[in-house]
C-alpha cells in the first residue's frame, strides 16, 4: 500500500480517492473549498491538508483531478504547488483533461524538480468514477507509468500507456471527438423517430442489437426521451475539451468537421440555458428547432 495524496474533490475526485482509501492506500486529499475536503475525511478514512504542498508532502504518489490547464497549472507551481512540497522521486499522475501543451510543460517543470509526470485522463462519467470501472489512457515515461499502473488501478477498468508524455491526453481526445459525433446521430435518431410518430423505446429495443448500438444509446435513450439531462459531464466541460481538440487539430492538420459542428451545436445548447446539462442535451437543441 501507498501514501497517496488527491489533489481536487468534484464528482470525479471525491468517489476516485474514496477507491483509494477503500484499497488501503494512506490518503491526504486537498481540495480548493475546504468543505468538500473535510466532507470526504467524513465519509473515508484519510486526512485533509489545506495546501497541494501540505497534502503532498511524504507522499509517493499525487493523483489530481481539476477543471483545466490554468486549474491544473495553479495546484502544481508556487511555494504551495505539489511540486514544492514532493519528495524527491515521487509521481504525479494527472487525471485532469487537459492540452498536451500544458501536460509536456508541467512533466518538463516535474523533471527538473526530481519528479515523475504520467499524464492519465480517464474516460467514464461520474458513474464509472463512483463504481470505480473508469478507463484511464496514459502517457510518460515507462517506468513511471508502471509505478503508478496499480494505484490507479484502484479505480481503474482498463489503464493503459499509449506513449510518451502528452500521448494519454491526445488520446482521451480521440475519445471525446467519438463521443461527440455519436451523442449527435443519436440525438438526431431519436428526434426523427419522434417526428415519426414511433416509439422511441421499440425503436430503441430493435436498433441497439445492431450496427446502431453504443453505450450512449444504451445509458442515455431513455432519459433523452424524457427531457432529461442531469445524468453526466456537463456541456461546459464537453465544450472545454472540444477546443482542446480543434486546437490540436488546427495544430496537427487533422480535419474535424463534424467536431467543430457538434461544438457548435453544443453552444446552442448553452444559449438554451443548458451549460450544466449533460452531453445527452443535444436533443433539446433539435426540438427547439422544431
Given at each position: 500500500?501507498?501514501?497517496?495524496a488527491?489533489l481536487?474533490?468534484g464528482?470525479?475526485?471525491?468517489p476516485?480517492?474514496g477507491h ?5 492506500h494512506?490518503?491526504t486529499?486537498?481540495?480548493?473549498t475546504?468543505?468538500?475536503?473535510e466532507a470526504w ?6 486526512e485533509w491538508a ?15 483531478c ?23 522521486g ?26 515523475a ?22 502517457g510518460?515515461e515507462?517506468?513511471?507509468?508502471l509505478?503508478?499502473e ?10 493503459r ?8 491526453q ?17 440525438a ?6 419522434e ?8 425503436v430503441?429495443?430493435?436498433i441497439?442489437?445492431g ?5 450512449q ?5 431513455k432519459t ?11 456541456v461546459?466541460w ?18 474535424l468537421?463534424?467536431t467543430?459542428?457538434?461544438?457548435q451545436?453544443?453552444?446552442d445548447?448553452?444559449k ?7 452531453t ?6 433539435l426540438?427547439h428547432?422544431?
Amino acid at each position: 500500500m501507498a501514501k497517496v495524496a488527491f489533489l481536487g474533490l468534484g464528482v470525479m475526485g471525491f468517489p476516485m480517492a474514496g477507491h483509494l482509501a477503500a484499497k488501503g492506500h494512506e490518503v491526504t486529499v486537498y481540495n480548493r473549498t475546504a468543505a468538500k475536503a473535510e466532507a470526504w475525511v467524513r465519509h473515508h478514512k484519510g486526512e485533509w491538508a489545506a495546501t497541494p504542498a501540505d497534502a503532498v508532502r511524504d507522499c509517493d504518489f499525487v493523483m489530481a483531478c481539476v477543471g483545466n490547464d490554468d486549474d491544473l497549472r495553479a495546484i502544481c507551481l508556487g511555494e504551495n504547488g505539489a511540486f514544492a512540497g514532493m519528495k524527491p522521486g515521487a509521481i504525479f499522475v494527472d487525471h485532469t483533461t487537459v492540452s498536451a501543451a500544458v501536460t509536456r510543460e508541467l512533466e518538463a517543470e516535474a523533471r527538473a524538480c526530481g519528479l515523475a509526470f504520467v499524464d492519465a485522463p480517464v474516460s467514464g462519467g461520474q458513474a464509472g468514477a463512483e463504481n470505480g470501472v473508469l478507463s484511464v489512457m496514459c502517457g510518460g515515461e515507462v517506468g513511471a507509468y508502471l509505478a503508478a499502473e496499480p494505484v490507479i488501478e484502484s479505480y481503474a477498468k482498463i489503464c493503459r500507456r499509449l506513449g510518451d508524455s502528452g500521448a494519454g491526453q491526445l488520446t482521451k481526445m480521440c475519445n471525446q471527438i467519438a463521443i461527440a459525433g455519436l451523442v449527435q446521430g443519436l440525438a438526431e435518431s431519436l428526434h426523427f423517430a419522434e417526428k415519426a410518430g414511433l416509439s422511441i423505446s421499440d425503436v430503441v429495443e430493435v436498433i441497439s442489437q445492431g450496427a446502431a448500438g453504443s453505450w450512449q444509446m444504451a445509458n442515455r435513450y431513455k432519459t433523452m426521451e424524457e427531457n432529461r439531462f442531469d445524468f453526466g459531464f456537463a456541456v461546459d466541460w464537453m465544450r472545454k475539451d472540444l477546443g482542446i481538440c480543434l486546437s490540436t487539430a488546427n495544430d496537427n492538420g487533422a480535419s474535424l468537421p463534424v467536431t467543430a459542428l457538434v461544438d457548435q451545436f453544443y453552444k446552442d445548447v448553452q444559449k438554451l440555458g443548458g451549460a450544466r446539462w449533460d452531453t445527452s442535451s443535444l436533443i433539446a437543441r433539435l426540438r427547439h428547432l422544431g
